[in-house]
């Protein structure tokens, strides 16, 4: 009797315990392959809507959007509760995104100007220590911002800084002729002759460069030069100078696509108004 009940117990606990060994093979399997597929057959809407996985997440101030396509790769990435490897995806605006388990939306637009003082270099952080714009500006926006172009450490004058990328793309384009002034203070006084030499196309370094405008500057000595390019290559208007003999002492930009230094002190930042925003955004 004792070892009937002993067997019909055993045959009950083994029983209970099949649906659970049922229930673990399904997450042993689970793969991100096979949750990619529910998720590529339930897509909201047709491909051509939407924004693309790694804009959003590039959006969201995770990360640049190369790096958004390495995470989403690796399995970083979940939109409702699902896992998504496919670069393509486009996420509709009712999604849930997440990224390693914290729920991402796209950051506020944010545009700041900067006055830049000398002595600041134009990049992220600096591994040697030397002080970098991104100091100036670390109060001004909790989002992630970046400088849209460089301005080289010993020179002064508008920088702009986003997280629109798209924006910060269209005005570093050499085709959109994005409008730069520059205030150039030379070691000696600019020779007329050498004045006209600088007056259309000049060749730097065996590449052309095209100079809109150049004068002396109103009201000041012949050293004060006044030059508008549109060309956004490195320390292009000290090389230009250099190529008819003289060198920069100072050099200070002064317009940035129509932005000026209005009201606007050495060192100080200050976000763009909505009609700025929108002109930046209207130039072809």
Not at 1 to 7: G, T
Not at 9 to 19: A, F, I, L, Y
Not at 243 to 264: C, M, Q, S, W
């Amino acid at each position: 009797m004792n070892s009937n009940k002993n067997s019909s117990r055993g045959r009950q606990e083994g029983k209970k315990n099949t649906p659970l060994s049922r229930k673990s093979k399904p997450l042993a399997r689970k793969s991100a392959k096979k949750t990619f597929t529910k998720i590529k057959d339930t897509k909201k809407s047709d491909p051509s809507s939407g924004i693309r996985l790694n804009k959003y997440i590039a959006n969201s101030g995770v990360c640049s959007r190369r790096e958004a396509d390495t995470y989403i790769e690796h399995g970083s990435v979940e939109v409702n509760g699902k896992l998504v490897t496919e670069m393509g995806y486009k996420v509709q605006p009712d999604d849930i995104v997440r990224f390693d388990g914290t729920s991402i939306t796209p950051e506020q637009k944010r545009y700041i100007l900067l006055n830049k003082p000398k002595n600041y270099i134009t990049t992220m952080d600096d591994e040697r220590g030397r002080k970098t714009v991104m100091e100036l500006v670390a109060n001004a926006s909790k989002e992630r911002i970046y400088p849209v172009g460089r301005l080289d450490r010993n020179t002064t004058g508008l920088l702009l800084f986003t997280n629109d990328g798209d924006l910060a793309k269209k005005l570093t384009h050499p085709k959109h002729n994005v409008r730069k002034l520059y205030h150039a203070s030379l070691d000696r006084k600019l020779e007329l002759r050498d004045l006209e030499k600088l007056r259309g196309e000049v060749i730097i370094e065996g590449r052309k460069v095209f100079i809109d405008a150049v004068s002396y500057v109103n009201g000041e000595p012949k050293t004060e030069i006044g030059i508008e390019i549109h060309s956004g290559r490195n320390r292009i208007v000290r090389k230009i100078f250099e190529h008819v003999g003289y060198k920069v002492n100072k050099l200070d930009r002064v317009i940035f696509a129509e932005l000026t230094k209005k009201n606007l002190p050495r060192g100080r930042w200050r976000e763009l108004t909505n009609l700025e925003v929108a002109n930046l955004q209207k130039m072809q």
